[in-house]
Every structure is written in C-alpha cells, then in structure tokens.
C-alpha cells in the first residue's frame, strides 16, 4: 500500500504564505513526478505545479512567481511554498505522485486526501 499524506493548509489573508507539505510511505519503488493540483468550488482539478525526479518544475501560468515547488527524494516528500496568497488560490490542495511500487510495477498515479487551503480577502 501506498499512503500520500499531505499537511500544511489553512486560512490565510491575503498576500500571506503557506507552506504545504506531502509524505509517500508505504512499498515505493521509485517515485518520477511529484505534483501538487488543486480544485475550486464548481471548477475541474488543475495542475497547480509539478516536479520531476531530476527537479524540472512546471508552473501553472497562474502560480508563476509566487510558488515554488520542491521535493527531498531521501524522505519521499514534496513541498509547495505558496505567497503572495490571492483569494483565487482558494481552493482544496491535492498532492500526486506517479511511482512504481515493485521492480516491476508499472508506474501510475497516486492521490493524497487534499487539504483546504483558503485566502481571505
């Protein structure tokens, strides 16, 4: 079994920080990507941002200087520091990771339990 166990969000004004956290335990192989989605009220989940094994970043246009992502491979976990917070960050935070559980596995998705991360305004 595998277990992504996110920590970190909460209510925040605008223009704050937050730090969100996400562990993998559980039988992991080899983990690729890490990445960290997010999904508003009414609205679909989206890439919020993502990070290779090789610590190549993607950003979602709407992230692009104010986050940053970052992962530390030795403890499996992926970070997301997020400020200059906006009332549209509102949103549940979702982390993912595409991993391989056994030599041979084939890799595929796993999902956190997200947490609430809201920007007052």
């Known amino acids: 079994q595998v277990q992504l166990v996110e920590s970190g969000g909460g209510l925040v004004q605008a223009g704050g920080s937050l730090r969100l956290s996400c562990a993998a335990s559980g039988r992991i192989f080899s983990i690729n990507a890490m990445g960290w989605y997010r999904q508003a009220p009414g609205k679909q989940r989206e890439l919020v941002a993502a990070i290779t094994s090789g610590g190549s970043t993607n950003y979602a246009d709407s992230v692009k200087g104010r986050f940053t992502i970052s992962r530390d491979n030795a403890k499996n976990t992926v970070y997301l520091q997020m400020s200059s917070l906006k009332p549209e960050d509102t949103a549940v935070y979702y982390c993912?990771?595409?991993?391989?559980?056994?030599?041979?596995?084939?890799?595929?998705?796993?999902w956190g339990q997200g947490t609430q991360v809201t920007v007052s305004s």
């Open positions: 993912n990771a595409d991993l391989k559980s056994g030599t041979w596995s084939r890799s595929r998705d796993y």
